[in-house]
Each structure stands twice: as structure tokens, then as C-alpha cells.
């Protein structure tokens, strides 16, 4: 006979240190087990084998890497409308979600793939489309990335320098710039961090598993920005062959795997828009011939680097020195580029050469050089084709060099640190503080109105810190502090240029970083081997409706915080006079900004598409886009809201239907894409549209956005309309009426 012990008697008899539902009798009744105070320590101080302040340091990183990437986060609006226009069209229609289109029509997708479009899109579902939704994802993308590049490091060196590189990625102004905005870049960066932390679990244990998930994250970085996430590949696979740790049969086979995974989780997605019939799916935008597979390896392929067709036409060779700088070994340095990548670039590179000096004779799976091999083939491969670039680059890009710069800039200075007591090691540690504190002091030399105590005290802590690095012997004490000195030399130039750009709204297509008084620096050409480039400023500039220069790239007018109208400026540094007016109301200003005018790829000014859609300079009733895609008149966006048809409207330029989508919630037609160019839709399109009712107004453009001239669509479908319909005047711009044909 079994006596049933009462609840006393069960307590009295579990061992002791145990509680209610730690027992096998317990779990056996299904009886609850109650909240146990351990798991919240596990959570709070980590795994046992890390340091007790690792998880708690940890945590505050990404709580104040939370603040810096959310902090008034909507005061950017809708940041870029070209891509906040495609979001809101996935919000729409589940057709557009999934190729990417710029309207909920499904006339023409935008020039990327729509990966990063996805995840705004799903949170824009779930929580409404406006600001928050569109950019918080972007945000928490920015987060995940700096807690993934932690835990990469800390596996191969320690916990203090995984949050030394997580601190560093945090505060690279580009980062800010990307983690607060609604580009693709945002996800590029965090699939290429986890495609890293996969290789380096697989240096680890050897299993083709990780590999697997590396090939297939790099695929979804693809599916983000087409063949810019494949520049990292050269590297993660040439690692591994090097230095995994099985035998070279199977490391060759595991990387095929990896390499399958790839080609299949990027594409599905090619083959599916492949497969589908054109007529039952919008153009594909940027391409000449509605190809996919065309705008992969054309304008978002070898066009980027090698120039040509889409990226600055015969004279792509140089349009990339427009947006960019002058190509060249210095490009990464001066004007732009340097204050949004560099400030950590010269630490790097010592730490590169210098991590290979120390495992110069480390076995074959030396898990420090492996890492080096990652992180440096990534910065030097990406690096490298960026200063190289004939096509059109921005200085955001630049992004994607911020994992690989604070990785070897934290693993160099771990591994210098654990071998101080010899002169290499000492040596090491004083060139990687005077690298990254004497450049940060070059930097913040370029804007020498804003903070200048800044810049001296860099200087101070950096030779203080270089010089006491130098000495052999020291007290405990003393070496901790020269190493917090050095730690803050390297960071406070980019952390105060990373603040200023968070504190900062960026709207348009290119934004740039730091404070307002680098707008005059960089358009003064300031820096090493610079040519000028762009000026940089809060908002670099959306042409969209009511901006009427730059629609000849993806990044045309933009605003400067300043207030001061700019012109882009030549590679030479001369300036080049934009099509819009400087100062004019349309062009979409952040606070204080004029607009300002915008360059086309060849570094040459171009005109875009007129102020569609906006209201005239001074006039009352205007309403904004929400950020970055300049205005249009109240009674317009009244007159398209109240329309029923597919398309409210069409208009010339993806920028200008874009700010009409955004400020009336209705599918507007791009005539051309992005500078009118693009053969769509076709003139026999556009007029059975018209004639099944599909869409109401076309809103009259001019300039060289008709198409590139009277051979366009644009042009064409502008004087078929105005042979055939009635032209009326709407908030003071002119109108064509599709509902009203000529008698």
C-alpha cells in the first residue's frame, strides 16, 4: 500500500537546495515549477565561463546602443520616400510585398531586391505604416548587429574585446546614419555579421551545418542589395579552406555546400520574377529590358563598379568621383567617406598587419589568425572596390565596412595587450592608439568650428596614452588607465560625430553624417586626396516631387541643416549648378534646411523631373510627404485621395510618384522609374489603362525627365495625353484629367 505523503511531508523529504518543481515527483504530477531567482542571474551574469561583469557590460551596450538608434526616431519622417513609398505599397498589396514594387498598382518595382522592404512591410502590417513602423525595424537590424559582433569576438579573443568592437560598429556614424533609416543597407550589414559568426562557429567545431546558415544569410543579403553582399564571400570561404579544422577533402565539400546554400536562398526569388510572366508582374525598375537577371548583373552589378549604361551613361567613369570622391586608395578618407567610415580605418589596417605578425607561426587552425583572415579579407575586398568604383557609389555604402574595421581593431588590440610585457606587443599597442587618435584629430580638424576642445583633448589622451603604452613597467593601476585613455582617443571622435548624426533628421536619398558644420568642410573638398564630392549635410537629397534636380541617380536634391542652398559639387571642386533653385520650397528640407541642388552621376547637373505634384515657391497648402520626398499642394493630394481607380495618378520619376503615394495613401504610376528613362510603362500600356479607367490624372513633368528626350516613354505618353485629354489646373499645378477627352 502507498501512503500519499501530504504537501509537508513532500517538502521535508526533497533534498535540500531544491525547489517546488525541481524534483522528478514533481514534473512526474505535472505541478508548475515556480519563478527560480537563478534563471534571472543566468540571464543577468552569462555563462560560466566568461567574467561576472561580461553579461551586465553587455546588456548596458545594447541598452545605450537602444537609446542612440531610437532616440526620436521619427523625427527623420518617412527618411527616404523612394523606399518608404514601396513600404507602404506592401502594405497594401501582397503582390507588391513581394516583388518590391514602388506602387500598390504593381506598375514598376523599385532597384533593389525587396528583402529589407520585407521586414518594414511585415512591421508596417502589423502596427500600422508610418514612421515608427518603417523605421524601428531598422533600429532593432542596428542592435541585433552590434550584439551579433560582440559574440563573434568574445568567441575567438574575450569578452572585453567583443565589447570593444560591438562599442565601435555602435558608434560608427555611418552605422548611425544606416540604423535610423529606411535604406537596405540596414539588413546588408546584419546578414554579413551573421554570415561571420556562422564561419567562425564552423573554425570552430568544423560542422557544415554553419556553413549551410553562412551561405543562406549571405543569400538573404542579395535578396537586400543584390551582388554588394557577396564582396565578403572571397574571404569566408578562403578562411575556412585555410583554416578549418578538418581534413581538405571535406573542407572543400563543406564550402560547396555553403556555396549551394547560397545560390539558393538568393535565388528563388530571381527564378520566381524569372519565371512570371511580364504581363502579370510589374517592371522591374532600373533594368532596360524588364530582366531581372539584367539588373543584377548590369546596373547593380558591373555597371557599379565598371560604370556605363544606368550609372552615369558615357561618362560613367566618373560618375562615381560625383557622389564619392576621386577614385583611388584615398577615396575611403577624404571628404564624406572619411567622416563616415575612416575614423577607426588606420587602427584596422595596423591591427591587420599586426595580428598577422603574431600567429605568423600559429598552427594551421589558429583560431586568432582565422579571424584575421575573416576580417581582414572582408575590410581589404570591399575596401578595395569601393576606392575603385567607376560606377555610382554614395558614402553610405560605406557601412559595410564598419563590422570588419571594429573587429580587427579590437582583436589587435586584445592580442597586443596580452603581449605588452614584450616590446612587439608594447609597440602594437602604442601604433594602434596613435592610428586611431591621431586620424580622429585629422578628422575633427575638418570641422573645426563645431566642438573644437574636442579635438585637442584627443590629441592629449592620445599622446599620453602612446607614450605610457611605450613603457615596460608600471604599476596594475597605471596600465588601466593608459588603456581607458587610449580606448577613448580612438573612440571619441567617432562617437561624437555618431551622436551628432543621431541627433540630426536625415531625409532624401543621400544622407550624410555628423554635424552641420561639416557641410562646409566637405563641400570645401577638405581631407586627403579629396575632389571635392558631395557636400555633406543632414539630408542629402531626394528628388522627388517638388524637386527638380537629381533624378538621374539615386540621389539627387537634398537639404543642409545649415539652412544655406549648396550646389553638388564637381569632382575638381568646382561647384556644378543643380535644375532646382536654390532655397526653393520643394526639394523636401529637414528643419532650418534650404534645398539644396543636386548632381547626376557624371558629377555633371542635370535636370530632373519639374516640381510635380508641389506647390509653388511661397505658396499656402502645401503638405509634406512625411520626410524627404519634398511637397505637394493640399488640394492635389485632396483631388488624388479621392479617386477609385488603380492608379490615382502617373507621373514622371519613381522620387516624384513616391512623394504623391506618400502624402495620399493612393498607387501613383512612375512614367520611366527613376529618371524617366526606364521603357514602362509603353505608350500602347499607358492608353489601355486610360481607356479601362485604370488611372485618373497624369501630372504634367518637363525637362530632360521626359524620358531623355522625345524618343522616351515619358515623352511620348506626355504629348499622346495632351493630344487627347483636358489640362486643368490643381493647386497650381497643371493637370491632365484622364476622364475628360478633348471634344
Known amino acids: 500500500m502507498t501512503t500519499k505523503l501530504l504537501p509537508s511531508r513532500r517538502a521535508a523529504q526533497r533534498p535540500a537546495g531544491t525547489a517546488a518543481g525541481d524534483t522528478a515527483e514533481d514534473t512526474a504530477a505535472g505541478r508548475p515549477t515556480p519563478p527560480d531567482d537563478r534563471r534571472l542571474e543566468r540571464i543577468w551574469r552569462g555563462p560560466a565561463d566568461q567574467p561576472r561583469w561580461a553579461r551586465p557590460a553587455l546588456l548596458g551596450l545594447l541598452a545605450l546602443t537602444a537609446v542612440l538608434y531610437l532616440w526620436d526616431l521619427s523625427a527623420s519622417g518617412y527618411a527616404n520616400s523612394f523606399y518608404a513609398a514601396a513600404v507602404q505599397a506592401g502594405t497594401k498589396s501582397w503582390k507588391a510585398f513581394f516583388f518590391g514594387s514602388l506602387d500598390a498598382g504593381n506598375s514598376i518595382t523599385v532597384d533593389k531586391p525587396p528583402a529589407s522592404l520585407w521586414v518594414m512591410e511585415l512591421s508596417g502590417r502589423i502596427f500600422g505604416f508610418n514612421s ?25 579573443a574575450s569578452s572585453a ?15 548611425v546614419l544606416m540604423f535610423r533609416f529606411d535604406n537596405p543597407d540596414a539588413l546588408l550589414v546584419l546578414c554579413m555579421i551573421t554570415g561571420a559568426y556562422a564561419v567562425t562557429r564552423a573554425l570552430e567545431d568544423g560542422r557544415t551545418r554553419w556553413l549551410v546558415l553562412a551561405g543562406s544569410v549571405i543569400g538573404l543579403a542579395f535578396l537586400t542589395k543584390m551582388l554588394q553582399g557577396f564582396l565578403v564571400l572571397p574571404a569566408f570561404a578562403l578562411t575556412y579552406l585555410l583554416a578549418g579544422p578538418v581534413p581538405l577533402r571535406r573542407r572543400i565539400g563543406q564550402v560547396l555546400a555553403g556555396t549551394a546554400a547560397v545560390v539558393v536562398a538568393a535565388g528563388w526569388w530571381v527564378l520566381a520574377v524569372t519565371l512570371v510572366p511580364a504581363a502579370d508582374r510589374p517592371y522591374v525598375g532600373g533594368s532596360t529590358n524588364d530582366s531581372i537577371l539584367e539588373l543584377v548583373f548590369g546596373y547593380n552589378g558591373l555597371g557599379r563598379i565598371f560604370g556605363g549604361s544606368g550609372n552615369g551613361g558615357a561618362a560613367g567613369g566618373a560618375s562615381g568621383s560625383s557622389f564619392g570622391g576621386a577614385t583611388g586608395l584615398s577615396r575611403l578618407f577624404s571628404s564624406e567617406m572619411g567622416n563616415e567610415i575612416s575614423w577607426l580605418l588606420p587602427a584596422a589596417l595596423v591591427g591587420f598587419v599586426a595580428l598577422l605578425w603574431f600567429t605568423r607561426r600559429a598552427p594551421r587552425t589558429d583560431r586568432l589568425r582565422a579571424a584575421a583572415l575573416l576580417w581582414g579579407g572582408w575590410l581589404l575586398v570591399t575596401g578595395l572596390v569601393f576606392s575603385y568604383m567607376q560606377g555610382t557609389i554614395h558614402p553610405y555604402y560605406t557601412v559595410a565596412l564598419a563590422p570588419a574595421i571594429a ?10 595587450w596580452e603581449r605588452r610585457a614584450t616590446v612587439t606587443g608594447r609597440l602594437t599597442c602604442v601604433a594602434l592608439v596613435l592610428a586611431a587618435g591621431l586620424w580622429s584629430f585629422v578628422l575633427l580638424g575638418r570641422t573645426s568650428s563645431w566642438q573644437p576642445e574636442l579635438r585637442w583633448l584627443v590629441l592629449v589622451l592620445t599622446l599620453v596614452a602612446g607614450i605610457g603604452l611605450a613603457v615596460p613597467i608600471r604599476p596594475r593601476l597605471a596600465a588601466r588607465g593608459l588603456l581607458a585613455a587610449g580606448l577613448a582617443a580612438a573612440l571619441i571622435g567617432t562617437a561624437a560625430f555618431g551622436v551628432a548624426t543621431a541627433a540630426s533628421p536625415h531625409t532624401g536619398s543621400i544622407p550624410s553624417v555628423g554635424p552641420a558644420a561639416a557641410a ?28 527638380a ?13 545649415s539652412g544655406t542652398a549648396k550646389t553638388g559639387s564637381a569632382p575638381g571642386g568646382s561647384a556644378k549648378s543643380g535644375s532646382a533653385p536654390s532655397g526653393s520650397a520643394p526639394g523636401g528640407s529637414a528643419p532650418g534646411g534650404a534645398a539644396r541642388s543636386g548632381s547626376a552621376p557624371d558629377g555633371s547637373a542635370k535636370s530632373g523631373s519639374m516640381p510635380t505634384g508641389s506647390a509653388p515657391t511661397g505658396s499656402a497648402g502645401g503638405t509634406t510627404s512625411g520626410g524627404g520626398g519634398g511637397t505637394t499642394s493640399s488640394a492635389l493630394t485632396d483631388a488624388l485621395k479621392a479617386t477609385s481607380s488603380r492608379w490615382a495618378a502617373a507621373v514622371v520619376g519613381d522620387q516624384s510618384a513616391a512623394t504623391l503615394e506618400l502624402a495620399s495613401g493612393k498607387a501613383v504610376i512612375s512614367i520611366g522609374g527613376w529618371s524617366g528613362t526606364d521603357p514602362s510603362p509603353t505608350l500602347a500600356q499607358f492608353e489601355r489603362y486610360v481607356a479601362t479607367g485604370q488611372v485618373r490624372y497624369l501630372i504634367a513633368s518637363g525637362g530632360m525627365a521626359m524620358g531623355g528626350g522625345s524618343a522616351g516613354v515619358a515623352a511620348q505618353i506626355t504629348k499622346w495625353v495632351a493630344a487627347h485629354y483636358k489640362k486643368i489646373t490643381i493647386g497650381g499645378q497643371a493637370v491632365y484629367d484622364l476622364s475628360q477627352p478633348l471634344s
Open 132 to 156: 515608427w513602423s518603417l523605421l524601428v525595424p531598422q533600429a532593432l537590424e542596428g542592435i541585433a548587429a552590434v550584439g551579433l559582433l560582440y559574440s563573434t569576438v568574445r568567441r575567438v
Open 161 to 175: 574585446a567583443g565589447l570593444a568592437a560591438g562599442a565601435a560598429l555602435a558608434l560608427t556614424p555611418a552605422a
Open 407 to 416: 573587429a580587427l581593431a579590437a582583436l589587435a588590440g586584445h592580442a597586443a
Open 520 to 547: 562646409t568642410a566637405a563641400s570645401a573638398g577638405g581631407g586627403p586626396g579629396t575632389g571635392g564630392g558631395l557636400p555633406s549635410g543632414r539630408t542629402g537629397g531626394g528628388a522627388g516631387a517638388g524637386s
Open 549 to 561: 534636380a537629381g533624378s538621374a541617380s539615386r540621389g539627387g536634391t537634398g537639404t543642409s541643416a
